[in-house]
């Protein structure tokens, strides 16, 4: 499983004489279905929004005017005199800039290089861009999800630990996620995996 691989010297210092059940690079940081959603929302948002700046501004921007009702004193706004719309322009200003930065940071997460892992009997360490950290295998809570097949793949490990997050509905939880991205041998390291995480939920 890629055992021979050149690891940083940081990673090796770190794993020292423990045993390394296997280690990989993953390709990308995160799923490329995940970044391309995210891309796909993105632009769906700057359309709605775009549709909307057409409907309340599409005579301006096209050279023309119109009135609107301020305070009950009725405003022309045009070209030249774009005051009375300042506060729309604003409020429109800032869903343009949500969704172009949903979109940059979609693209900009498909070409995000993963990071190092290596496993041990007692904990999974990754390592990328001079940061290491070191998880033990309690730390999961058993579901994986493995998609591909063992010659290139990826495996999804979820954790304990999470976050809460608010929604309309109310707030729910979401689980911290690791991934394995474009791996090869995808199910030797899913078994060595699960093997490890039920040795440590009995203890």
């Not at 799923?31 to 929004?49: D, E, N, Q, Y």
């Amino acid at each position: 499983m890629e055992m021979n691989l050149n690891l940083p010297e940081e990673l090796l210092i770190n794993v020292g004489t423990e045993s390394r059940e296997f280690a990989f690079k993953s390709k990308r940081q995160r799923p490329a279905r995940r970044s391309v959603g995210k891309i796909i929302f993105s632009i769906m948002w700057l359309a709605f929004t775009s549709v909307f700046i057409y409907l309340m501004l599409g005579t301006v921007i096209a050279g023309g005017s119109t009135e609107t009702i301020i305070n009950g004193e009725t405003k022309v706004i045009s070209a030249d005199n774009l005051k009375p719309a300042l506060p729309l322009i604003v409020f429109l200003g800032v869903f343009v800039s949500i969704g172009l930065g949903l979109l940059i940071s979609g693209i900009y997460s498909i070409f995000q290089r993963g990071a190092w892992f290596v496993g041990t009997p007692t904990r999974l360490i990754r390592y990328k861009k001079g940061v290491l950290n070191s998880f033990d295998w309690s730390q999961f809570n058993g579901k994986i999800e493995i998609r591909g097949s063992n010659t290139r793949g990826s495996i999804t490990l979820e954790m304990s630990t999470g976050r809460m997050q608010r929604s309309k509905g109310g707030s729910y939880y979401v689980p911290d996620i690791i991934y394995f991205i474009g791996i090869p041998d995808v199910y030797e390291i899913e078994k060595i995996v699960r093997k490890r995480i039920e040795e440590n939920s009995l203890k």
